[in-house]
């Protein structure tokens, strides 16, 4: 058996217990009783603790040192490339180091979840602390070994090859531009009159089902389920969603769903050949955004399929005034400023992303103490949207991120969104008629697409690379602020 073979045998068993810890993670978060938290928490260290042992032992060293001097194909030599990666990055760090952080994160994220709910940030920042303090430990380290600074081996844990300076340059004409397009907006969209409920979950549900299946989502390999904060986990074969529902209105609800169903196509459409391995994987967090955010924003959004979704929702819960396309199309793209990041409007959305952007780099580098977060949090709203919390749940306690240890993630939130506008400009320059079979419910073309384009290529190339080959240029900003200058702008 050559070096290279027996990594793969490797990378596979990391895999397994990757899979393993993600379903136990949805469980958590899903159905898990309260009382298993502790239990879960040692499960989910012992897997990690495991998985850092097989990494990190000699003969992994060994191995790739041997397959350096082997005969590799392309996709090969990436994978091999990725799993190098994997090794600096797995071996900079002390395995009392991997198992604290495990721990840390899983109190942190209980912790967060009764903080939430009570808002009560002090409750929160002891724990918050050791999370922060073991994170910066650990992106020393990982920095040192990569020849990165400490933030920025952070960001480029979640998407290899981002760095702060390509980040500064998108962000910067979104924090220029958007401003006025808000207000514009606000003061000459129309009102829309919104649905009357109460719209029982189980229809909800119901609907949302219906939907995923017409995108492409296979429940042969996959569920929809409720959490307090929607995701999307599981494996590309037992793929699990998450959503939250409110009977008294269901947008969010669904929206979510079909957010979370671009996720999914994502990971059922990575190469089957290559499962299991670090060059099979998706390729980072921005590039999984955008296919969420292409499904979501840029094609359920659009004019095209809310005229079809009018006829579904009237089916659904009975035909009202609210359900008619141009109103749902008003109701779709309302803009509101408002505090809640997962509730925000595509217009407002990337201004709460730059702020906690701001924040966590501040916090990572010592900037910012997390005693003075709350504060530094309603100082930024007001700056970028001239809003403030009044309670620290519609401020810094809302979302789940660096309770988990997400440092360095929320970037790729909106780098998600510059890119899914890119992508779908480039699909409708290759495919014609694009929205007349979106207004049909069909979205083969796009999913096809996608696959093609983005999915089947998974992590075998560049950040940059793949994004050039699929729409001719770097990521930029240009596409997006036409889209929304499009669809919010003067009709």
């Known amino acids: 058996m050559s070096a290279y073979v027996a990594l793969e045998q490797r990378l596979k068993r990391l895999s397994d ?84 952080r495990a721990r840390a994160t899983n109190t942190c994220e209980m912790a967060w979840r009764q903080a939430r709910a009570d808002s009560d940030y002090p409750s929160l920042r002891p724990h918050l602390e050791e ?41 910067q004409p979104l924090q220029d531009q958007l401003p006025a397009l808000i207000e ?40 929809l389920d409720e959490s307090t904060h929607p995701f999307c986990g599981g494996t590309p074969t037992d793929i699990r969603i998450t959503t939250r529902y409110d009977e008294n209105e269901t947008v969010s609800a669904l929206m979510g769903v079909l957010h979370e169903t671009g996720h999914a196509l994502y990971e059922a459409g990575l190469p089957e050949t290559w499962r299991g391995q670090p060059v099979g994987t998706s390729h980072g967090m921005a590039i999984h955004e955008s296919q969420s955010l292409i499904i979501e924003m840029q094609a359920c959004r659009s004019p095209a399929f809310l005229r079809y979704l009018s006829g579904r929702l009237a089916e659904t819960f009975g035909d009202q005034p609210a359900f008619a396309a141009e109103n749902l199309i008003d109701l779709y793209t309302h803009v509101e400023k408002g505090l809640i990041r997962v509730d925000a409007d595509e217009l407002t959305y990337p201004l709460h992303i730059v702020l906690r952007y701001r924040l966590e780099k501040a916090l990572v580098k010592g900037d910012l103490d997390l005693h003075d977060l709350p504060a530094a949090w309603d100082d930024g709203m007001q700056e970028l949207l001239g809003i403030q919390p009044e309670t620290d749940r519609e401020g810094c306690l809302q979302d789940i991120h660096w309770p988990v240890g997400a440092f360095g993630y929320f970037p790729n939130y909106t780098l998600g969104g510059l890119l899914a506008a890119q992508l779908f400009q480039a699909a409708e320059r290759q495919l014609p008629d694009l929205l007349a079979r979106i207004e049909t419910g069909d979205f083969t073309p796009l999913r096809e697409w996608l696959r093609a384009n983005i999915h089947e290529k998974a992590s075998s190339l560049p950040m940059q690379s793949l994004i050039e080959e699929a729409t001719g240029a770097e990521l930029g900003t240009e596409a997006f602020l036409a889209h929304v200058a499009g669809r919010y702008g003067p009709r």
């Open 184 to 223: 514009n907006r606000l003061a000459t969209q129309p009102t829309a009159e919104k649905p009357k409920g109460p719209f029982p979950k189980a229809k909800q549900k119901a609907l949302a089902q219906e939907l995923m299946a017409e995108i492409g989502f296979d429940f042969d390999h996959g569920r």
């Open 17 to 100: 217990l990757g899979g393993a810890a993600a379903v136990l993670n949805w469980d958590q978060a899903a159905v898990m009783p309260k009382g298993g938290n502790t239990a879960r928490g040692e499960q989910l260290a012992a897997l990690g603790g495991i998985a850092h042992e097989i990494l990190t032992a000699t003969q992994t060293a060994e191995l790739i040192e041997q397959a350096r001097a082997e005969p590799l194909d392309a996709w090969q030599a990436a994978n091999l490339r990725l799993i190098e990666e994997r090794y600096t990055r797995a071996t900079a760090l002390p395995q009392d180091l991997v198992e604290a």
């Open 131 to 171: 999370v922060l303090r073991l994170t910066r430990e650990a992106a020393m380290l990982e920095g040192e070994k990569l020849g990165l600074e400490p933030y920025a081996a952070l960001l480029d844990q979640f998407q290899p090859g981002l760095d702060e300076p390509t980040i500064d340059r998108l962000f």
